[in-house]
Nanobody, 121 residues
Framework: VQLQAYGGGSVQAGGSVRLSCADS??????MSWFRQVPGKDREFVAA????????FYADSAKGRFTISRDNRDNTVYLQMNSLRSEDTATYYC?????????????????WGQGTQVTVSS
């Protein structure tokens, strides 16, 4: 499974950004978004099953972020609204072969390169 993340950039607090993660179309168990700032561990943001029947969000993302997938173009999205300065990070998409949704980075088998999101206050 090859993943390609893109869509990051700079935005003011309160603004929105949509991240995209193009995958190869191979069926996996779940896909997710993590984020990381320098000096800290990679942090879970959101995940969904391949079929889209289950989604799970970190508390920090609930009500502001939405994970979704478009099977027509094999792309997973992370719509981020009401952004805060603390959302500034490098965002990564990941895919898991089996086992469904997980919130730990070690559970994921495939990773895309990161895309930077910078939120200025």
């Amino acid at each position: 499974v090859q993943l390609q993340a893109y869509g990051g950039g700079s935005v003011q607090a309160g603004g929105s950004v949509r991240l995209s993660c193009a995958d190869s179309g191979r069926i996996v168990s779940a896909m997710s978004w993590f984020r990381q700032v320098p000096g800290k561990d990679r942090e879970f943001v959101a995940a969904m099953t391949w079929r889209g029947d289950r989604k799970f969000y970190a508390d920090s993302a609930k009500g502001r972020f939405t994970i979704s997938r478009d099977n027509r173009d094999n792309t997973v999205y992370l719509q981020m609204n009401s952004l805060r300065s603390e959302d500034t990070a490098t965002y990564y998409c990941a895919a898991r072969r089996s086992g469904g949704i997980a919130t730990t980075s070690s559970a994921y088998d495939f990773w895309g390169q990161g895309t930077q999101v910078t939120v200025s206050s």
